[in-house]
């Protein structure tokens, strides 16, 4: 139980970080993404997106979102929020919004 209580304060925390910095629009392609693109998506750290990247090199194509389960720190709840950014075909066309930049622009700080 207390693993699963840390790992919904992470993963909520992460979730919050997102949506302080502006958080994100589209998706991202699952299958092509590399680690480093993947730690892009909030719920989704450098470890867990390390992790996907070794599962795919050895067992291939996701063909399922909830294929995720069976990598370490992927629970059925965090696969349902997970499945807003993610995507198993086509190109990635995830992109963080940058809410600090239109502030000064706004202002004329930049």
Known sequence: MKKISVLF???LLVTLAGIANGGYEGKMNLNTAT???????PGINDEMAQNI????????????????????????SSIRELKCSLKLE????????????DWCNKNNLE
């Open 35 to 41: 680690a480093e693109e993947l730690s892009l998506i």
């Open 53 to 76: 990247v070794q599962y795919r090199q050895a067992s291939g194509p996701f063909t399922s979102l909830n294929e995720l389960k069976n990598i370490k720190g992927f629970y059925a």
């Open 90 to 101: 086509g190109n990635s066309n995830f992109d963080l919004i940058d809410s600090s930049r």
């Open 9 to 11: 304060i992470s993963i």
